[in-house]
């Protein structure tokens, strides 16, 4: 007898009753609406997924979500491969997280090329000249949302300062301070002090709950979502091998020293390293590819950030930005334009594929990690240093927007770049001034904001340089 005549549903429709050609459709629609960073995006997906498909219930929404927030990389974007996953197995979680992706990596290299090929022209020049104003308003919000969420104590506060105090007075690497924050909270958490158990977590998402019974999926784990160890160990030998054996072959082929290697490595260890979501990957980038690696200066991380915020998806896409400069500048034999399309291309790789690592493998055991005590305390306190990254973050592109010349201080291992007073760049003061005005005053959303900011740097752009 056939499966139609047993179900009622076609083979390809699971018992939940949602086709992988639908739940394509709707993971499109969800990744032609994910604008306006993690937050904005996490609650688009809770508003489609949840509120109006009903796929799943709210509080399995909110397991997947406190899973994602534990991981390293975009958690938007792993929430997206971890629904996907569970409604449609390996396929389902590789469509949603691909699509998710997918119209950020077109519009980011798109852009890439406009930069550095009319980038000279006034009305790019202004254009971005709006866009850093508005930017780094926009980084200052994310300082106080995410404080405003994750400081709930003294030694939680304290923690932030250290983390703003270690990376802006002495340069120390962001990968240190996540390990030193993460091993403070797990041994706190182990040691049951109330502050590293306070928790916080993600709360309420959407306006209407939907209970796990009355959703599609229903409160029971697939089959394919149980542990099963012979599975997740081959999934991990074939992202593995995907992610790294590229990174090989350009080091073995091309040397350390190259740029596409130097990309392919860096990126990969930020895939490893980045907690906390984009802000605090862009303060580790900013770090090592303007300060280490000269790949880009400050302006154009900024311009980077811009052209993140104002497209689809996550906003870690600026790394394709800067792996297509680091390569446009060092082509090593290639047409400039191939190679930094290839730069582009191969940061977007070895950011995301770990991405789909750490779902296809984890996932089956998020239960465990979600019960332990010790590692939420220590997500806690990386949540906490986070606060003191993003802090960095926006200090370091304030003084680089607002003033044209620093002067760097280096003593007993201290090193800051103060700004020379009579060097500020008024127009970008006034401009940013007006942002926060819109933001904070008005309630303005991101993308307005944005929008105005460029529209008024192209105007301003054009009168100074016809005068």
Avoid at 174 to 188: D, K, N
Avoid at 342 to 348: N, R
């Amino acid at each position: 007898m056939s499966e139609l005549a047993v179900t009622g549903k076609p083979r390809d429709v699971p018992a939940h009753g949602v086709s992988f050609g639908e739940a394509m459709k709707v993971w499109a629609r969800v990744a032609a609406l994910s604008f306006g960073g993690p937050a904005g995006q996490i609650a688009v997906m809770h508003r489609i997924i949840v509120e109006e498909k009903k796929w799943i219930g709210e509080q399995r929404f909110l397991q997947a979500l406190n899973y994602c927030t534990l991981l390293p990389g975009p958690e938007a974007q792993q929430l997206a491969t971890y629904i996907g996953w569970l409604m449609h197995r390996t396929k389902g979680g590789l469509v949603a997280g691909t699509l998710f992706v997918l119209p950020g990596l077109l519009a980011i290299m798109a852009l890439s090329w406009i930069y550095v090929l009319f980038g000279k022209i006034t009305v790019v020049q202004g254009l971005f000249f709006g866009l850093k104003a508005a930017v780094l308003v926009i980084v200052v919000e994310a300082v106080l949302r995410v404080g405003k969420r994750a400081l709930k104590n003294n030694t939680m506060r304290g923690l932030a300062a250290a983390a703003f105090i270690a990376l802006f007075f002495f340069d120390v690497p962001f990968p240190i301070i996540i390990l030193a924050a993460g091993l403070i909270g797990y041994v706190g958490g182990r040691a049951g002090l109330p502050a590293f158990l306070a928790g916080g977590g993600h709360g309420k998402v959407g306006d209407r709950q939907v209970a796990d019974a009355d959703s599609l999926l229903g409160e029971e784990t697939p089959e394919h979502a149980r542990p099963n160890l012979r599975w997740s160990l081959s999934i991990t030998a074939l992202f593995l091998a995907l992610w790294l054996v590229p990174v090989g072959l350009l080091w073995i082929y091309l040397g350390g020293d190259n740029t596409f290697t130097q990309i392919s490595v860096f990126f990969s260890k930020m895939a490893v390293v980045t907690f906390g979501g984009a802000y605090a990957v862009l303060a580790y980038v900013a770090q090592q590819a303007v300060d280490h690696y000269h790949w880009v200066t400050a302006g154009e991380m900024l311009d980077g950030l811009g052209m993140a915020e104002t497209t689809p998806g996550p906003l870690i896409m600026v790394t394709q930005f800067v792996g297509f400069l680091a390569a446009w500048r060092d082509p090593g034999g290639l047409p400039p334009l191939l190679a930094a399309t290839l730069g582009g291309l191969l940061t977007t790789w070895v950011t995301f594929v770990p991405c789909f690592l750490w779902i296809f493998f984890g996932a089956p055991f998020v239960e465990a990690l979600r019960s332990n005590k010790a590692l939420s305390a220590a997500l806690g306190a990386i949540t906490a240093a986070i606060v003191g990254v993003i802090l960095n973050l926006a200090v370091w592109f304030a003084l680089h927007v607002l003033f044209a010349e620093l002067v760097p201080v280096r003593w007993l291992g201290f090193a800051v770049d103060l700004p020379v007073l009579h060097s500020i760049d008024l127009p970008s003061l006034v401009l940013a001034l007006a942002s926060a005005i819109a933001i904070f005053r008005f309630k303005l959303g991101m993308v307005p904001v944005l929008l105005g900011s460029s529209w008024i740097g192209i105007i301003y752009w054009q009168i100074a340089h016809s005068v």
